[in-house]
């Protein structure tokens, strides 16, 4: 990664209509660009409403092949504006075999890679399992023109192992594309614990590592189409953190948002010399952590 790049993220509000979603995409993504943006995120099944809300198989129509019409589309996007562009597509790989899948463009268009999303969540409001089967690509970063990128997806974000073995693998920033939201009924002191944890676990990932991260989640309210709950808030507050874990850019909390965020390749290098914590890891006496439980 040379020394200083610039990193586009796109956080908004998604509605039921693709098409519509798609254009919007591809004026931010467009905007970014003349902005000076060498990457561009997007947040998690930016296609759609976030439809894992309930377990209903019509939701299987919005399934994807990839390669396909969503490739064509957003490959092209990345070569007309000269950028590496992370997606998320939800992938159609066989009859009644479906991913959460980022798809990583480079400059010219062509895919640079994928990442299927590994830890698959099945909670109240999001319902993942029933429509994702988890990843079976590991954690392999994405090699670019600017750069090794660690792409995950959401859920991944709570997991340390995630984050360390794609760092351990020369990633040199970590991505999250994001849809994260609260229930409306919590109260503001619940929707402060979790806000906290989201972004703390995250900055932890950035000083364990000694890589910037970057996060990018949609915002705005979607009705559970069932009514069996009161439907998400999506939180917003895409963020990228420094290598410290340092803020660089919050996203607001319930608006759409777009910036470009640059980012100092050079002091990622430096921060890894002054903590060395990879110099110092004890790997002889990890082995129990593959384990599911110790007593």
């Avoid at 992370?86 to 990442?115: C, Q, W």
Wanted: aromatic content about 12%.
């Amino acid at each position: 990664m040379h020394n200083n790049i610039k990193i586009g993220i796109l956080q908004c509000a998604y509605n039921v209509d693709v098409d519509l979603n798609r254009v919007r995409n591809q004026r931010a993504i467009e905007d970014l660009a003349s902005e000076g943006a060498e990457i561009i995120v997007l947040s998690e099944l930016h296609d759609s409403l976030y439809f894992c809300q309930t377990e209903d198989v019509d939701n299987f129509s919005l399934g994807v092949e990839l390669p396909g019409e969503f490739t064509d589309f957003y490959g092209r996007l990345a070569q007309e504006n000269g950028v590496v562009l992370v997606t998320s597509a939800f992938e159609r790989r066989a009859p009644g075999l479906y991913h959460n899948t980022s798809v990583v463009f480079e400059k010219d268009g062509e895919i640079a890679g994928m990442y299927r999303k590994m830890h698959i969540p099945d909670d109240p409001g999001f319902y993942e399992k029933f429509y994702f089967t988890p990843g079976d690509m590991g954690f392999e970063p994405i090699d670019t023109s600017v750069g090794r990128l660690g792409v995950l997806v959401c859920w991944d974000q709570w997991y340390p192992e995630a984050a360390r073995i794609m760092a351990m693998k020369g990633a040199e920033v970590l991505i999250y594309p994001t849809a994260i939201g609260w229930n409306p009924d919590d109260t503001k002191e619940e929707k402060r614990r979790q806000i906290d944890a989201w972004t703390i676990i995250q900055r932890s990932h950035a000083v364990a590592n000694g890589v910037p991260v970057i996060s990018v989640n949609r915002c705005g309210f979607e009705a559970d189409p069932s009514g069996a709950t009161s439907g998400i808030d999506f939180w917003g507050q895409s963020f990228i953190a420094g290598p410290q874990g340092e803020i660089l850019f919050m996203a607001p909390e319930a608006k759409n948002c777009q910036a470009v965020v640059e980012i100092d390749a050079e002091r990622t290098e430096n921060v890894r010399c002054w903590w060395p914590f990879f110099r110092d890891r004890r790997i002889e006496a990890y082995g129990e952590i593959t384990k599911r439980f110790l007593k």
